[in-house]
């Protein structure tokens, strides 16, 4: 191929003897593969709430950024009620958890700061780092000590501005759970502040879901932040921490400043998911009860529980993950092969996501249908 994008066909070409090429795929089979966790993306209470926000004329779009005529009633209600729920002082609503984790480190760390961050923490964690003006260093996954050794290198380098500790409360690919009372000692002890992605924790951990760091809320040195896209069914992020910080981001967050306004019927129907989750513990005691049952089935294929709904099955090598995943699909399981960069190289696995849209039934199918195709 010739032309302008001959050095783009070049570099698909090369991911694609990798087994790395990417291509966008239908929804088939037994969900494995999503983060509709509670089951809440189709739930009738979910739909009911967002029929009554089209009837009482709450509009589809926005139209435009919250800074100009974007800004509805609906998204302020939901700040509201989500600031209660949370038990945060303060909540912004933004479009989506990318955008507001990588707003996140690109605007509240100074110049002369220092964000240090899990070595395995989110791809939008990393966009805010391209784009902060402070100094960053990178800490052993989920070791504390760690992240002490990279602020006293960083001081005795002669940093003498505020750490910021960047971490997931539970880690999308790995499905493990950050030790987050070590991190807030530390950031106790260092005048530090506590970053914590709750994506995909919201929902599911935490008193009436409220996240890992649910205990931990309302200190002035944590910031969470909680998609509404994953466990609550809808859409967008919300920022929860101190009234000064979603007072900066919306003065100072230009992927807040410049970004259209999610629909307010989004808001309308994350509003509805907050009190679902307040008022149905049974959903969460149900997930669980199916993570019990996937450790039990998934045991004799050496698969090692994590005790939360991602599971991941580490087979290695990039194109035997998608020869798998591809047996597995074909079988009616709609579980998808992970692959570098989202995961470092030699690490390319299965992500099992238990959701509950699945029973334990179909976890016993899948168990079983992964013995023939890992044999």
Known sequence: MSGPYADHQADLAVLAGKARLRSLRPREGVDFASNDYLALAGDPRMKQAFAAALDRGVPVGSGGSRLLRGNHAEHEALEEEAARFFGCESALYLANG???????????????????????????????????RADRAMAPHNDPQGFADAIARWRAKGG??????????????????????????????????????????????GDGGRGVAAALQGRGNLITMHTCGKALGSEGALVCGPKVVTDYLINCARGFIFSTAPSPLMAAATREALRISAQEPARREQLMALIGHAAGALAPLGVTPTGSQIVPIILGGDARTMEVAAAMQAAGFDIRGIRPPTVPSGTSRLRLSLTLNASPADVDALAAALTGALA
């Open 98 to 132: 990318f955008g507001a984790n990588s707003a996140l480190v690109a605007t509240l760390p100074r110049k002369g700061d220092v964000v240090i961050y899990d070595q395995l923490i989110h791809a939008s964690l990393h966009e805010g780092l391209r784009l902060t």
């Open 160 to 205: 003498t501005g505020r750490p910021w500790i960047a971490v997931e409360s539970l880690y999308s690919m790995d499905g493990d759970i950050a030790p987050l009372d070590a991190l807030i000692a530390l950031a106790d002890e260092h005048d530090g502040v506590l970053l914590v992605d709750e994506a995909h924790a919201t929902g599911v951990f």
